[in-house]
């Protein structure tokens, strides 16, 4: 169902709930990635202040809101939250937004979200350590296979076009890494990278994949020349471009091919 079938109160109130709906995940998926990046325990442990370690208050927890009232600013020891906290927020709630606003209140807008939230939580870890851990993975390939049976394209259709994506993108850039490692002698795409490529290619179907593996390589280069590193994680690269492709992709690859049809 489309939220423009809504009448407008309605409809400002699902974005609005839809929004802090993506804000409460990225502040979740955020904390997750940054206690796996410590080697902390993110299931039993209790929020804290990285600063002075009192155990944050339900006011305190807040997304969004909670930065803004406390203008940026631990409660107790006055030390300043980083302004990423608050800008992944944000960012996450406009996806959110975008993705019930593209697919409406179906299996697709949920699957989408679920994914953008995993994607935020791998970025952070990668981010810190240079790796991706396989729990990410798998629980992305087990987000595809439990969402085949309620999204609307026909299951057999899902399954083959998401194992095509699947292998034809992570095999591929699989097979092309192991040619430039012998190349450059060196590693020239790791592990996690490949297993990332493999597990959106599932969603995404190898024309979107493969416009995904496109714009990752130019979100990555864009990082470089920004951050002036020789060396970066890529999986924020390959995130940053599948959410785009989930939204957007289909759209470019229809476009790209009427151009030749």
Same mark, same amino acid.
């Given at each position: 169902m489309s939220v423009m079938d809504f009448?407008?109160?309605? *409809?400002?109130?699902?974005?609005?709930?839809?929004?802090?709906?993506?804000?409460?995940?990225?502040?979740?998926?955020?904390?997750?990635?940054?206690?796996?990046?410590?080697? *902390?325990d993110w299931i039993k442990e209790r929020s804290t202040c990285d600063s002075c370690g009192h155990e944050l208050g339900a006011m305190d927890l807040i997304p969004i809101f909670s930065y803004l009232f406390s203008r940026g600013r631990c409660r107790y020891c006055g030390a300043k939250i980083p302004v990423s906290c608050i800008l992944g927020e944000l960012a996450l709630a406009a996806y959110y937004i975008l993705c019930v606003l593209r697919f409406g209140l179906t299996a697709e807008a949920f699957r989408a979200m679920a994914l953008a939230g995993l994607l935020l939580g791998l970025s952070v870890v990668d981010l810190r350590t240079y790796e991706i851990p396989d729990g990410f993975i798998i629980a992305g390939i087990v987000l595809w296979i439990v969402t085949i049976p309620f999204v609307q394209k026909p299951w057999q259709m899902e399954v083959r076009d998401g194992l095509i994506g699947g292998l034809a993108i992570g095999g591929g850039m699989l097979i092309l890494s192991l040619i430039f490692d012998r190349i450059i002698k060196k590693d020239s795409l790791g592990g996690g990278d490949i297993k990332l490529y493999f597990m959106t290619g599932l969603f995404l179907g190898w024309k979107a994949g493969f416009f995904n593996l496109i714009l990752s390589c130019l979100v990555g280069l864009i990082f470089v020349l920004l951050l002036k590193k020789s060396k970066i994680p890529f999986g924020p690269s390959i995130s940053i471009a599948t959410l785009i492709s989930i939204i957007w992709g289909d759209m470019v690859v229809s476009w790209y091919f009427s151009l030749f049809m």
């Amino acid at each position: 169902m489309s939220v423009m079938d809504f009448e407008l109160p309605y *409809r400002i109130v699902i974005l609005f709930f839809t929004g802090m709906l993506g804000a409460v995940f990225a502040s979740f998926f955020t904390c997750m990635g940054n206690r796996i990046a410590e080697g *902390r325990d993110w299931i039993k442990e209790r929020s804290t202040c990285d600063s002075c370690g009192h155990e944050l208050g339900a006011m305190d927890l807040i997304p969004i809101f909670s930065y803004l009232f406390s203008r940026g600013r631990c409660r107790y020891c006055g030390a300043k939250i980083p302004v990423s906290c608050i800008l992944g927020e944000l960012a996450l709630a406009a996806y959110y937004i975008l993705c019930v606003l593209r697919f409406g209140l179906t299996a697709e807008a949920f699957r989408a979200m679920a994914l953008a939230g995993l994607l935020l939580g791998l970025s952070v870890v990668d981010l810190r350590t240079y790796e991706i851990p396989d729990g990410f993975i798998i629980a992305g390939i087990v987000l595809w296979i439990v969402t085949i049976p309620f999204v609307q394209k026909p299951w057999q259709m899902e399954v083959r076009d998401g194992l095509i994506g699947g292998l034809a993108i992570g095999g591929g850039m699989l097979i092309l890494s192991l040619i430039f490692d012998r190349i450059i002698k060196k590693d020239s795409l790791g592990g996690g990278d490949i297993k990332l490529y493999f597990m959106t290619g599932l969603f995404l179907g190898w024309k979107a994949g493969f416009f995904n593996l496109i714009l990752s390589c130019l979100v990555g280069l864009i990082f470089v020349l920004l951050l002036k590193k020789s060396k970066i994680p890529f999986g924020p690269s390959i995130s940053i471009a599948t959410l785009i492709s989930i939204i957007w992709g289909d759209m470019v690859v229809s476009w790209y091919f009427s151009l030749f049809m």
